[in-house]
């Protein structure tokens, strides 16, 4: 049973910085680690789309448009994940969700609004 928590969305100035963080808080830490975690988010007319992404390994990926901004970090022993996102512009508004690769199967997280203000 998978239950992915999710919080840390709000609004912002542009420039503002927000973290997000993702749980599985019922999971044991062994399966927790070897989890592939990522957040993708959905802005208005825009299908969703991976921002950044991180292995069970540790390896991180990001998208360009949010490289050298966006860090994705996860710590095993409070079975969290992060999405810590500096300098925020405009365009980067919209809903952010958590995404679990686990033994084949996918889950998300119900989703957090993130709002970037001129």
């Known amino acids: 049973q998978v239950h992915v928590v999710e919080s840390g969305g709000g609004s912002v100035q542009a420039g503002g910085s927000l973290r997000l963080s993702c749980a599985d808080p019922?999971?044991?830490?062994?399966?927790?680690?070897?989890?592939?975690m990522a957040w993708y988010r959905q802005s208005p007319g825009k299908i969703r789309e991976l921002v950044a992404q991180?292995?069970?390994?540790?390896?991180?990926n990001y998208a360009a448009s949010v490289k050298g901004r966006f860090t994705i970090s996860k710590d095993n022993a409070r079975k969290r994940m992060y999405l810590q996102m500096n300098n925020l512009k405009p365009e980067d508004t919209g809903i952010y969700y958590c995404?679990?690769?686990?033994?084949?199967?996918?889950?998300w997280g119900q989703g957090t609004q993130v709002t970037v203000s001129s």
């Open positions: 991180i292995t069970s390994g540790g390896g991180t």
């Open positions: 995404n679990i690769e686990r033994r084949g199967s996918t889950y």
């Open positions: 019922r999971v044991i830490l062994s399966v927790f680690s070897s989890d592939n």
